[in-house]
């Protein structure tokens, strides 16, 4: 293996300082999406899909990180963070920063979007302020709706506490009887009637269940007296380890998993604001929970009411309808395969449909010289037309083999119920390995030609998932280059059989080589601009976390060239620091759709190079999971990705946010229009620009 020099680390910058803390770019990167909920630009009702999503993050932020330090914390075994941070330090930095910023999102709803949403005719009202006539109208609701699935249960004092499920929403009600004694009833919120309950017929009006349920509790505590009813919720630990290795039957253990899920420690207690201090206490005592780990929430609690808002049919507050682009080229049984043997092929989702990639293996499926078909699946979906064709393709006899990651966490019962639907089928299943989550987004068909056999693949930076498809970005290769398909069937028999393969002639696969392969690039650029004054960088990921890649990029800052880093979420590296990270910009694009593709461009003197894959630069990724990144080969691809993509991000000012030194963001301001990057996507797919339709077949 290429030995790879390794990056100076500068003298006057202390190990500490070199590196922001990923748990506050992580939520500094929520910050920015509460803010596209703030933005007045945004449809209304879009704005409400921000604020859900807000706190759909948080709530799983909570779940995976916050859990993962309380681990520690109370364990006493841990290092600390690439910044020099203790877990328990971590855990107070949280909560300094996240309460702020609920109390920011809530005041959002009330201060702002309500009073919008009223101007627009949409009004969730509070119970007491409804005519007498609609309030009888909601007591028959509840009584023949609402009152048959609530069930009471006493927390306080109690010889059993009830579980209490995570992420529900509750009410904390206060009960005395005759004597003066007090006690505390559990009543969740039943999630199988709508939140936002329909007040009246051709309006949008409504009010929330839990006020409907709020001022009708004496049918559920008949003679008792209630003293008051106050919400809640709870936040649990879902990163539930999976010990395959003492495990006899995987997918028996999948299972178990995903039960156990449910009953992890509570890692956060929210309450509303107006809650007794002494029954918080209570609750916080009986859950385990103390200190920074409880929240008081003013206004609404729970957000995820707005999915169903955001839904409501009314013209002009919601985007428009966008449908994607497909090319003649890439559809029809056959046609595809013609056009790639003649050519690789660059696709770009959302805006060329996705649509391409089904029939890629819908074509498959159905083409009789299709021999066999190699699939990874990573997060399917609860429909798939993929894996129909899978399932399909196998039930027709051909050779068949699909490697389902069953730990993608939270979305293990879909890929276990695909998983078994292709056993039945007669497909080879295989789940990868206990230390490694298989993350590598390919596909690759074996085709009988009349030249002989020939393979064919597809390589992405996105799940094979058709909902997330149509939300988030991500770039798409087909080709057939031997040494590629060959790349992919050699790694395909490492993840499904006994291959113990290191190393490929184009791919960069990780666990095996994929940091060398980064570093000897970032190096190899360094060396050339200190020889010939040229270079360049333009890397877009997710997340830039790896403290060695971010060392390599600090020396390549260094030598003057330009360096940009389009990271959407996490980045632990400080940009603007002197003689540290001068010429290196960090922004961050947040829009319409989720920025998920990973592109990363070297200028390689003038011969430039661009990888594309699944990757981003964390240590999980590098050393935790099968990962792949594929050079994109053809030139005008290439300069499509640098010019047509790329540049356009870097140009975007609608939806780009600017990070400073200390790792906070400003939202970038430029004279004359505010180009959006992903408004001229759709305008420009890259199909569209690649074949013309001119020359299309």
Known sequence: MTSIKKSPRPKKWLRSD?????????IQFNSRVLEEAANAKNPLLERLKFLAIFESNLD???????????EQQESGIFELSPDGMSPSEQLSLIAKTVIPLRRKAGDLWQRVLQPLLVEKGVVVSDYASLPDRQQRA???VYEQEIFPVCTPLILDPAPNVPF????????????????????????KIPDVVPRALRVHRKRFEFVLCEDVIRNNLQNLFPGVQIVGAYGFRVIRDADIEIREMEAEDLLETIEKTIRLRRFGD?????VESQMPEAIRDTLARILGITGVSVMAVDGLLGFDVFWDLAELEIPGLKYPTYQPHISDQLSGSKKIFETISKTDVIVHHPFDSFRTVEDFVASAANDPDVIGIKQTLYRVGAESPIVESLLRAAEKGKQVAVTVELKARFDESNNLVWAKALERAGAHVSFGFPELKTHAKLCLIVRRESTGIKSY?????????????????????????SEMVQDIAELFNYLTGFSRQRDYRKLLVSPFGMREGILKRIHREVLRFNKTGVGRLIFKVNSLVEPEVIDAIYEAAQTGMQIDLIVRGVCALRPGLAELSRNLRVTSVVGRYLEHSRILYFENGGDPEVLIGSADLMRRNIYRRIEVLAPVQKPE????LRNEVLERYMEDVANTWVMSADGTYKRRTAPGPDFQAQSYFMEHPGTRLLFPPEHEA
């Open 266 to 270: 509570p890692v956060l207690l929210q």
């Open 457 to 481: 693949a597809h390589i992405g930076t996105g799940n094979y998932n058709p909902t997330t498809a149509r939300l988030y970005t991500d770039i798409g290769l087909f080709t057939c280059d």
């Open 637 to 640: 691809f290439i300069t499509y």
């Open 60 to 70: 799983e932020f909570y779940m995976v990180r916050v859990s993962g330090l309380i």
């Open 164 to 187: 209490i499920s995570n992420r529900s929403l509750n009410l904390a009600v206060v009960l005395q009887d005759d004597s003066g004694v007090q006690k505390i009833a559990r009543l």
């Open 138 to 140: 909601m007591e028959r």
């Open 18 to 26: 070199r590196y922001i803390n990923r748990e506050y770019s992580w």
